[in-house]
């Protein structure tokens, strides 16, 4: 999930904390009164809120504001939003998946199709890019709970399928109906994760030159910052130059 990593990590540097802060706020805030409200709004009994609240509690969410958004799915009258994937191929044939939460999907669609065309992009239709990825139960620890060897054993005893190990991070891969499991025998062990929830994974990255790069970049921030986005991935990875030139 390179090309996605790269990106959250340069979007999370750039200016405007505050503003950033707020949206991504509304975004879990959205996500979880949607898992409470399909599900049981106890996090214990439903695995999808329980790992909206891990989500949120990484972002250092209040928890006021995570109560007030299991509270508002039990509210009469209250919004109901749909779940809608769209996909698509972004400069230099990168595919994207967004998954959205909209009240509006004629709205939502035109944003995205706008996004896409406006930066060298193409919305294709459902099933044109997801075949290129996996959708897995992705799981992280922080790096100093386990080594990379023990945390491969752990994992591998509780039905995890891949272990990625960085300096900062132990990431884990399992099936998507075996998420909860895992996360209950590891959270066990090495108390709660830095998150829990379910990614799409790239098979392969596509390499891109510094030009193309740019323009994707601006492409994924511009989803990234539509109210109704929830998440975008894309399988790409971008060169060491741009990265530095990204980073400073």
């Known amino acids: 999930m390179a090309g996605h990593s790269q990106f959250k990590n340069i979007m999370h540097r750039k ?3 505050d503003k950033k802060r707020a949206k991504i706020f509304a975004k879990l805030a959205k996500e979880i009164t949607v898992a409470a409200k399909l599900g049981l709004p106890d996090p214990a009994f439903n695995p999808r809120l329980r790992a909206a609240i891990l989500a949120a509690r990484a972002e250092n969410m209040p928890k006021d504001n995570i109560e007030r958004a299991i509270k508002k799915s039990t509210d009469q009258g209250g919004e109901n939003y749909d779940e809608v994937r769209y996909e698509g191929f972004g400069p230099g044939g990168v595919g994207v998946i967004i998954e959205t939460l909209t009240d509006n999907r004629n709205r939502t ?3 995205v199709r706008s996004i896409f065309s406006k930066n060298g992009g193409n919305l294709g239709e459902t099933g044109s890019v997801s075949f290129m990825f996996d959708h897995l139960g992705a799981i992280e620890f922080d790096a100093k709970v386990a080594s990379a060897d023990e945390m491969i054993e752990a994992a591998i ?8 190990s960085g300096e900062e991070v132990h990431e884990l891969f399992c099936a998507p109906d075996s998420l909860h ?3 209950k025998v590891l ?3 090495y108390g709660e994760p830095r998150s829990a929830k379910m990614v799409w994974k790239p098979q ?5 030159d510094d030009e193309k790069g740019e323009s994707l970049l601006k492409m994924l921030e511009a989803l990234d910052d539509n109210d109704d986005v929830q998440q975008v991935y894309a399988n790409f990875e971008l060169s060491d130059s741009l990265m530095e030139k990204m980073s400073a």
Do not use: S
């Open 15 to 17: 200016g405007a904390q």
């Open 109 to 111: 669609a035109g944003e």
């Open 157 to 164: 005893e509780a039905g995890a399928d891949d272990v990625q």
């Open 181 to 183: 499991e895992v996360v």
């Open 187 to 189: 959270e066990a062990k």
């Open 204 to 208: 392969n990255l596509i390499g891109i």
